[in-house]
């Protein structure tokens, strides 16, 4: 029984594919109804093949998802002389400069 549903859910699967080709998910932004259907336009319109729908996907998710590393960190670090506390901004690729109190000059690392 359960390895019936599973074919026919694979047959049904195929059938999508080949009754239309051009039938891929569009992750729609929540927005007004126009929007969607100027997107949903757009896309009968410029008649993509699904590679390229997929590329774009892909690229789309690519720039999303891309890790921003070139931030200054900022490094807070209390003295272990007067517990003052220093806030140091660090530039991406430098390294960490050794601590100094403000307060009251107290130099360690
Ligand atoms: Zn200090």
Request: glycine fraction near 8%; charged fraction near 25%; hydrophobic fraction near 40%.
């Amino acid at each position: 029984m359960g390895e019936m549903t599973r074919r026919k859910r694979e047959i049904v699967g195929l059938r999508n594919e080949r009754d239309f080709p051009h039938l891929v998910e569009l992750a729609l932004q929540p927005g007004s109804f126009r929007s969607v259907f100027l997107e949903i336009d757009t896309f009968h319109r410029d008649r993509m093949t699904k590679a390229e729908l997929r590329a774009q996907g892909i690229q789309a998710l690519a720039q999303v998802t891309t890790p921003i590393i070139k931030l200054p960190i900022k490094i807070r670090r209390q003295c272990g002389r007067c517990g003052d506390f220093n806030s140091v901004l660090v530039q991406p690729g430098q390294a960490v400069p050794a601590f100094k109190c403000s307060a009251c000059g107290y130099r360690a690392g």
